[in-house]
């Protein structure tokens, strides 16, 4: 089994952990701070053996070096993003796999967030590590990659399989449920989503990870061949890469 550890950093981020208690092997992707890594290290008696980051942002990133310099993990994050990524080792890109032990993670480039953007995903785990490109009910801002390199992205992890789970970095959850709903407010999927996302945050419990089920029932970027996600656009038969695009700028604005 691959342990996935989620710990809540600064306002709304995720940093998760991964172990693998056969070969005692443990990453973990996107560490923001260092401390709480450090933390669960202690608590569980693990080492870390490397760090995955999706992208260069700080919030990605911004432990990279403190903990290399602490546990001597190795450092993997897109080949292309080299300059940009404190500490890197090693280079991946489209189609390399990254082994904890006996799991495997599959690199998928998804460009949009950010020229360099990964994400990695355990096939046999069942689980996606996306980052800063799909959100519950979201996606990425767009920073340096075009609509159209976002929507094929997006459209890259809408056909993973359905039972996927989706661990994006952030808890971005509720304001994206009523920009979605904003969009789409005849989706029943999403009426019931918003209900059961209000009710877990006001507990203070994590609406991460989705599905990919989950996420082709709501997701307003996931959805723009929907009839009334376009008619709410003025966009009725466009192509899809211009609805998304029209899409995104709506949630820019919103
Ligand atoms: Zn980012
Ligand atoms: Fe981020």
Redesign the pocket.
């Known amino acids: 089994m691959l342990d996935i550890i989620q710990i809540p950093v600064l306002n709304d981020n995720y940093i998760y952990m991964l172990h693998d208690s056969v070969s005692l092997e443990t990453a973990v992707i996107d560490p923001a701070l260092e401390q709480p890594v450090l933390d669960v290290l202690a608590e569980k008696g693990w080492q870390l053996s490397f760090i995955l980051n999706t ?1 260069h ?1 700080w ?2 990133v911004g432990a990279n070096l403190a903990l290399k310099q602490q546990t001597g993990c190795k450092i993997f994050a897109a080949a292309s993003d080299r300059e940009r990524i404190p500490g890197i080792d090693v280079g991946v890109e489209q189609g390399d796999v990254i082994c904890l032990g006996e799991h495997q993670a599959q690199v998928v480039e998804t460009p949009g ?2 020229s360099g953007h990964v994400v990695y995903y355990f096939a046999e785990d069942q689980a996606l590590f996306c ?2 490109t799909l959100f519950v009910m979201g996606c ?1 801002r767009l920073f340096e990659g075009t609509p159209q390199q976002m929507y094929a992205s997006l459209q890259t992890l809408k056909a993973l399989p359905p039972s996927i789970r989706v661990y994006c970095t952030h808890e971005y959850t509720l304001a994206n449920a009523t920009f979605a709903l904003s969009v789409e407010p005849d989706n029943i999927f999403l009426q019931r989503k918003l209900l059961t996302v209000t009710q877990l945050r006001a507990a203070n419990i994590a609406t991460v990870p989705s599905t990919i089920a989950e996420e082709i029932a709501t997701n307003p970027f996931f959805r723009v061949d929907s009839i009334s996600i376009q008619k709410e656009l003025g966009l009725v038969g466009a192509e899809p890469d211009v609805v998304f695009a029209a899409l995104r700028r709506r949630k820019d604005d919103y």
Do not use: A, F, N, Y
Request: net charge negative; charged share 20%; aromatic share 0%.
């Open positions: 992208h942002h919030d990605h967030h950010t980052g800063d990425g």
